[in-house]
């Protein structure tokens, strides 16, 4: 079992920035985040493997960045430039290979 543990998060204006964190409970091969907004569904947003190859959703690309401490088990998303279009729930994800382990979700909002 892995636990995974979420923070940041808040209301912010367009254009601001957020960082969020995400502590697991121990190494895991692939760590990321999604989000999931009202009437839809969970989408990626980045994510990174312990090797280091990222991937972004394109509409966060160029604003958001993943980047992880494997010292630590920990991974970050730094949000820059966000867009009201951005609010939703966040999720932290750890993929051991063979399971998906979520975390609770922290609400992003951006609103003036």
């Known amino acids: 079992q892995v636990q995974v543990v979420e923070s940041g998060g808040g209301l912010v204006q367009p254009g601001g920035s957020l960082r969020l964190s995400c502590a697991a409970s121990r190494n895991i091969f692939h760590m990321g985040w999604y989000r999931q907004a009202p009437g839809k569904q969970r989408e990626l947003v980045a994510t990174m493997s312990s090797g280091g190859n990222i991937n972004y959703a394109d509409s966060v690309k160029g604003r958001f960045t993943i980047s992880r401490d494997i010292s630590t088990n920990t991974v970050h998303l730094q949000m820059n430039s966000l867009k009201p279009e951005d609010t939703a729930v966040y999720y932290c994800?750890?993929?051991?290979?063979?399971?998906?382990?979520w975390g609770q979700g922290t609400q992003v909002t951006v609103s003036s």
């Open positions: 994800n750890a993929f051991t290979g063979a399971v998906n382990y």
